[in-house]
Structure formats: structure tokens, C-alpha cells
């Protein structure tokens, strides 16, 4: 199983990225992937799901607040996350991580994790 996750970067506040999560190794339409992020010295905290077996979409509310999109190409084995009206406190690094074990959105369940991409949004 590899997770690649890009499209990090260096932006302005009320800007916009969207990451790219590359997944192989398995069958795609099978499991549900996660997005998660990690501030310096904060805990790591989900941010966004999508399941391809049933196609339920997951947002955390408290982190997202209807900015950010999440979406999967499955021809392309990737999952994305449109990221807009980025805040300072959005900086991050973003993990795409696979759940495995419970192939479902399953909070923090995950086995697989990509390297992650560091988001940062100044002010």
C-alpha cells in the first residue's frame, strides 16, 4: 500500500490549495481514505473522509466550517481536498491515511499513512 499526498504549499490568507492524495497497492474502490493534519505541536486531528464502497463524505465541522471539498477520481486512484478561504490556523501538515481494517470512514481506524504535505497559510 503507498499514499503520496501533494499540493502543499506556501499561501496567502483567503487563498486556496487543493492536495492530491495518490493511492496504490490496493483496490481503490474498496476502502474508505481519510484526510488528517498536524500542527506544530498540536495533536494530529481529522479534517475529511470519503468512502468509495458507499460514497459517504465525512467533514469535520469544527476544522473544515464548509471550506474545504473533498472528492475522489477513481480512474485515477486519487482522492483530493479543495482546500479555500485558508486561514492562518490551517497550517499544517496534511496526511492522506487508508482505512484498512474497517475499509469505511471510521474516525481514527486508519492502518496505511502517505508522508504527508506541509500546508502553510500566512497571515
Known amino acids: 500500500v503507498q499514499l503520496q499526498a501533494t499540493g502543499g504549499g506556501l499561501v496567502q490568507a483567503g487563498g486556496s490549495l487543493r492536495l492530491s492524495c495518490a493511492a496504490s497497492?490496493?483496490?481503490?474502490?474498496?476502502?474508505?481514505i481519510g484526510w488528517f493534519r498536524q500542527a506544530p505541536g498540536k495533536e494530529r486531528e481529522g479534517v475529511s473522509c470519503i468512502s468509495s464502497p458507499d460514497g459517504i463524505i465525512y467533514y469535520v465541522d469544527s476544522v473544515v466550517k464548509g471550506r474545504f471539498t473533498i472528492s475522489s477520481d477513481n480512474a485515477k486512484n486519487t482522492v483530493y481536498l479543495q482546500m479555500n478561504s485558508l486561514k492562518p490556523e490551517d497550517t499544517a501538515v496534511y496526511y492522506c491515511?487508508?482505512?484498512?481494517?474497517?475499509?469505511?470512514?471510521?474516525?481514527?481506524?486508519?492502518?496505511?499513512w502517505g508522508q504527508g504535505t506541509q500546508v502553510t497559510v500566512s497571515s
Open positions: 491515511a487508508l482505512y484498512g481494517r474497517t475499509r469505511h470512514c471510521r474516525g481514527n481506524l486508519t492502518d496505511y
Open positions: 497497492g490496493f483496490t481503490f474502490d474498496d476502502y474508505a
